[in-house]
Structure formats: structure tokens, C-alpha cells
T-cell receptor, first 113, second 114 residues
Framework: DAGITQSPRHKVTETGTPVTLRCHQT?????MYWYRQDPGHGLRLIHY???????DKGEVSDGYSVSRSKTEDFLLTLESATSSQTSVYFC????????????FGEGSRLTVL | AQSVTQLGSHVSVSEGALVLLRCNYS??????LFWYVQYPNQGLQLLLK??????LVKGINGFEAEFKKSETSFHLTKPSAHMSDAAEYFC????????????FGRGTSLIVHP
């Protein structure tokens, strides 16, 4: 299994505060993804990265930014958290595009009060 | 636009019964298709994948899926359900519309009754 760790695993914050979630991988995979999981919506892509400093938006990117300064780290930032961003966030990696299997972290549960 | 549709947000079966979870896709090019499973409070893990080789794909834990181009389907089956199969199952597609970015269905929760 790919070594993917997310931190923090749980966080409670207040509306308007900044939040950063970290994803760290030990597999040297090129591609990294941030998804959010909400009941009835499945997994929706927030942002993804196809290399160091190469990132792009997914379908629900508003209110989120990302950075990837090293192959192993992919950060997701909520500049000013809102209650609608209460969710479970999953980081995933893959070695290749198209046929690449995704390897997932265990998720970060974020509650915005 | 969603390119993967999972029919039924919940499927309930008895232990020992056939499991059938449905997935339909839309794609203008031959897709690559995946099934993932998520156990409570965990991330997703790959069950099986179709990448244009054999149309019947066998995965872990006795699951299999068949790619049917004429029906644009990739349904997941298991002959005999076990209590440990209770989980959330997600169908995903890449290469739909030319994108390599995985797109997921909304998931199907499998409930197994004793």
C-alpha cells in the first residue's frame, strides 16, 4: 500500500478562520488529488496536481487553494472557512494517468462552526 | 456533467445472496473503469479495474465486474455476500471525454443482513 498520511485527521474550526490540510506520500507518485466526500454527492474533486508546482482546479474548487512544493507534499488551504466546507477530505495519489490506480489517505474530517 | 451513474444509493441483501451493484458510464472514447470500496472511517481502496483488456475483470474478495460497451455498463457482482462486504462502493471512470482525472459516482451503500 502507498504510504499516504493526512493531517490533521480531525479538526473543528470557526467560520472565517484559515485551515490547511496536509497530505504526505512516500511513494514518489506524480499525481495527487484532493477530494471532498459528502452524503449524496460521493467524492468530488477539489484540486489536483500533475507535478511539483503544477496544479489545476477540479469541479468544486471555489474557496480552496493548493500548493505542491515537493513531490511528497500536497497542501489544501481554506482561506476563510465556511460551514459549507464541513466535510471529509481525502487525499489520493496515483503513479500514472488514465490507468493509474488511486491510493487514498484515511481522510480528514473538518467541522466548521 | 456526471459521467458515472450508480443506480441505487443503498442495496440490501441477505448473507449468501447475490450482490449486484450497478454502474453506467457515458464516454465518447473507450473508458477505463474502476470499482473502489470504502469501509467505515477509512479511505477508499481499489477492488478491480478495467483498462481495455479482458471485459470480465476479477477483483479482490470474490468480486468481479463485466464491461459491456453496448449497455455502457460496468456492474459489480459477487455470487455470495458476506457480512464483511458491508461497505460503500464507488464506481469511477477515467479517460471519459479524454480526461485522465478520475470521476466518481455517488456511491452505493451495501447492507448485508444475517
Amino acid at each position: 500500500d502507498a504510504g499516504i498520511t493526512q493531517s490533521p485527521r480531525h479538526k473543528v474550526t470557526e467560520t472565517g478562520t484559515p485551515v490547511t490540510l496536509r497530505c504526505h506520500q512516500t511513494e514518489n507518485h506524480r499525481y495527487m488529488y484532493w477530494y471532498r466526500q459528502d452524503p449524496g454527492h460521493g467524492l468530488r474533486l477539489i484540486h489536483y496536481s500533475y507535478g511539483v508546482k503544477d496544479t489545476d482546479k477540479g469541479e468544486v474548487s471555489d474557496g480552496y487553494s493548493v500548493s505542491r512544493s515537493k513531490t511528497e507534499d500536497f497542501l489544501l488551504t481554506l482561506e476563510s472557512a465556511t460551514s459549507s466546507q464541513t466535510s471529509v477530505y481525502f487525499c489520493a495519489t496515483s503513479e500514472g494517468a488514465y490507468t493509474g490506480e488511486l491510493f487514498f489517505g484515511e481522510g480528514s474530517r473538518l467541522t466548521v462552526l | 456533467a456526471q459521467s458515472v451513474t450508480q443506480l441505487g444509493s443503498h442495496v440490501s441483501v441477505s448473507e449468501g445472496a447475490l450482490v449486484l451493484l450497478r454502474c453506467n458510464y457515458s464516454s465518447s472514447v473507450p473508458p477505463y473503469l474502476f470499482w473502489y470500496v470504502q469501509y467505515p472511517n477509512q479511505g477508499l481502496q481499489l477492488l478491480l479495474k478495467y483498462t481495455s483488456a479482458a471485459t470480465l475483470v476479477k477483483g479482490i474478495n470474490g468480486f468481479e465486474a463485466e464491461f459491456k460497451k453496448s449497455e455502457t455498463s460496468f456492474h459489480l457482482t459477487k455470487p455470495s455476500a458476506h457480512m464483511s462486504d458491508a461497505a460503500e462502493y464507488f464506481c469511477a471512470v477515467t479517460r471519459s471525454g479524454g480526461s485522465y482525472i478520475p470521476t466518481f459516482g455517488r456511491g452505493t451503500s451495501l447492507i448485508v443482513h444475517p
